[in-house]
């Protein structure tokens, strides 16, 4: 099993939908989540952190499920702008540190 | 202030050939990481730095593959002979410290021809 796992997709919706990607992890200890953001030929950056409690900002709704070691990203009224590459990352910061992106979920959002 | 900054931007190289790519790091930074892209794929960690502590070169594909760190500061990401399958992006992150938020340069766009 991978350490992080998400479906590539892609996830084509019209605009105004809501779309929802999950991430799975396989280190129950892992302790810190983020979502980031890649455009096409650019470099990733941070969407969001992912907190215990859940976080919401703006559109973007970020859950951790440690239960079942999931993070999910809720996008509500899709914007064209929206339309990028979104990777999970999960870190474990125990006796060794260690990072680990997702390949990524692509979303397309059409007009 | 300024971000990560990497050089060369792109680099076109023959097959052998060996490679240096640098990154500056945001200033303060303790922890710096290294990831290869390959076109349509994900981030593939490399290496790491953090602080002082021995670096986490697990990620390397070989022995050609070696990374420098000058205290808290510029790495260098060497590429000895190489290879048509190194042809990628070469992302370089840093952040306060490991598991925190990683701020990424634009990359080093790698052509081995």
């Known amino acids: 099993r991978k350490e992080v796992e998400q479906d590539p997709g892609p996830f084509n919706v019209p605009e105004g939908a809501t779309v929802a990607f999950n991430c799975t992890y396989s280190?129950?200890?892992?302790?810190?989540f983020f979502w980031y953001r890649q455009d096409c030929r650019k470099e990733p950056k941070l969407l969001m952190s992912?907190?215990?409690s859940g976080n919401e900002d703006g559109r973007f709704t970020a859950q951790l499920n440690r239960a079942s070691q999931y993070i999910s990203l809720l996008i509500r009224d899709s914007k064209l702008s929206d339309s990028a590459t979104y990777l999970c990352?999960?870190?474990?910061?125990?006796?060794?540190?260690?990072?680990?992106f997702g390949t990524g979920t692509k979303l397309q959002v059409i007009p | 202030g300024a971000g990560v900054s990497q050089s060369p931007s792109n680099k076109v190289t023959e097959k052998g050939k060996d490679v240096e790519l640098r990154c500056d790091p945001i200033?303060?930074?303790?922890?710096l990481y290294w990831y290869r892209q390959r076109l349509g794929q994900g981030l593939e960690f490399l290496i790491y730095?953090?602080?002082?502590?021995?670096?986490?070169k697990s990620g390397l594909p070989s022995d050609r593959f070696s990374a420098e760190r000058t205290g808290e500061s510029v790495s260098t990401l060497t590429i000895q002979r190489t290879q048509q399958e190194d042809s990628a992006v070469y992302l370089c992150?840093?952040?306060?410290?490991?598991?925190?938020?990683?701020?990424f340069g634009p990359g080093t766009r790698l052509l081995v021809l």
């Open positions: 990352v999960v870190t474990y910061s125990g006796g060794y540190q260690k990072v680990t």
């Open positions: 280190n129950s200890a892992s302790q810190s």
């Open positions: 200033s303060g930074h303790t922890a």
């Open positions: 992150a840093s952040s306060l410290v490991v598991g925190e938020t990683q701020y």
């Open positions: 992912v907190y215990s």
């Open positions: 730095f953090q602080g002082n502590s021995a670096p986490d």
